[in-house]
């Protein structure tokens, strides 16, 4: 008689999306005046705010990541995390530390996600700039794995590592997908990769869409 045997069946947890938000810690508020906030700049850091996600990873497993945002954006950026979560969207590095700690502790690759830092526009591979502040400066944009998703103007990048992206026709991972499009949108915010003209900001995200 031929025996089957019953194999126990394994169930694989997965980790819940959490989210929260607060205030800037002190040390955090300490660590971002002078190098990415001055007196001067379109929002106080009393408006801005630490929102702390659940994101996957580019090693298939779930993370926790930290931006900082405008306190006018945070409960809806939730929502949009949420929703990246759901659809699995891998983020390379999107720790405090990666975007505002000492040079030599950011990762190598520059392949950083990133949130509120007070600086202008950035002007474009065509040389370009409005010279306005950048909706960085308000905490009102985000900035998803720049590598995958680079800035480009007149058919270059700034990004060496990124000029492999420029090919949008060919999905790789951690490419801004039409999902991560509309989760976005769902919220009222724009997508740089939508811009008319030959400059496209694929990593870039905002209230604005600018």
Same mark, same amino acid.
């Given at each position: 008689?031929?025996?089957?045997?019953a194999l126990p069946l394994v169930?694989?947890?997965?980790?819940?999306?959490?989210?929260?938000? *607060?205030?800037?810690?002190?040390p955090l508020k300490a660590n971002?005046? /002078?190098?990415? &906030?001055?007196?001067?700049?379109?929002?106080?850091?009393? *408006?801005?705010?630490?929102?702390?996600?659940?994101?996957?990873? $580019?090693?298939?497993?779930?993370?926790?990541?930290?931006?900082?945002?405008?306190?006018?954006? =945070?409960?809806?950026?939730?929502?949009? $995390?949420?929703?990246?979560?759901?659809?699995?969207?891998?983020?390379?590095?999107?720790?405090?530390?990666?975007?505002?700690?000492?040079?030599?502790?950011?990762? =190598?690759?520059?392949?950083?996600?990133?949130?509120?830092?007070? *600086?202008?526009?950035?002007?474009?591979?065509?040389?370009?700039?409005?010279?306005?502040?950048?909706?960085?400066?308000? /905490?009102?944009?985000?900035?998803?794995?720049?590598?995958?998703?680079?800035?480009?103007?007149?058919?270059?990048?700034?990004?060496?590592?990124?000029? *492999?992206?420029?090919?949008?026709?060919?999905?790789?991972?951690?490419?801004?997908?039409?999902?991560?499009?509309?989760?976005?949108?769902?919220?009222?915010?724009? &997508?740089?990769?939508? &811009?008319?003209?030959?400059?496209?900001?694929?990593?870039? $995200?905002?209230?604005? /869409?600018?």
């Open positions: 008689m031929l025996r089957v045997l169930v694989v947890a997965v980790q819940p999306y959490s989210s929260t938000v *607060r205030p800037l810690p002190a971002l005046e /002078g190098r990415f &906030w001055q007196p001067g700049c379109p929002v106080p850091l009393s *408006r801005l705010r630490l929102l702390t996600v659940s994101h996957w990873g $580019f090693d298939g497993r779930p993370h926790t990541g930290q931006l900082v945002v405008n306190q006018d954006v =945070a409960a809806p950026l939730r929502t949009v $995390f949420r929703r990246l979560y759901r659809l699995r969207f891998p983020i390379r590095h999107m720790r405090l530390v990666d975007a505002y700690g000492p040079r030599r502790a950011r990762p =190598a690759d520059g392949d950083v996600s990133g949130s509120f830092v007070c *600086r202008k526009a950035v002007p474009s591979p065509c040389g370009t700039g409005s010279g306005s502040w950048s909706n960085h400066a308000y /905490g009102h944009a985000i900035d998803l794995n720049p590598v995958e998703n680079p800035y480009v103007g007149c058919g270059r990048s700034h990004s060496r590592a990124g000029a *492999r992206y420029m090919d949008r026709s060919r999905l790789r991972k951690g490419m801004v997908t039409p999902a991560v499009v509309q989760a976005f949108r769902s919220i009222g915010w724009g &997508w740089g990769g939508d &811009w008319t003209g030959r400059t496209k900001d694929y990593m870039h $995200f905002s209230t604005t /869409g600018r």
